[in-house]
């Protein structure tokens, strides 16, 4: 699976972005995907995953009731849906894809990863 994420930019506190992540492959749908974050001099940290089918989703609590993800597999994509945005969520944003997904907030049980996109915030 190759993944490339994409709709990063600059926007003002307050604002909304929309990622999307698009993957290579007839097997999309039976990945389970996640949305990680990245900022200057801090560890790769979860922000939300969702099931293979869609039907069930997480968020970290920091981004509860402001960013949603969702899934299209007939179009092999992933959005994450970014609103009231925080100086705090500027990071670089990566979507990833894995099967044996025990621990969702676990980077290290994803299989593949894009290339990220740049999220900037600014107050």
Known sequence: VQL???GGGLVQAGGSLRLSCA???RTFSSYFMGWFRQAPGKEREFVAAI???GGTT???DSVKGRFAIARDNAKNTVTLQMNSL???D???YYCAAGKEIRD???RRLYDYWGQGTQVT???
């Open 4 to 6: 490339q994420a994409s």
């Open 23 to 25: 993957a290579s492959g």
């Open 51 to 53: 099931t293979p089918g």
């Open 58 to 60: 997480y968020v970290v």
């Open 86 to 88: 925080k100086v705090e």
């Open 90 to 92: 500027t990071a670089v």
């Open 104 to 106: 969702k907030t676990d």
């Open 121 to 123: 915030v600014s107050s």
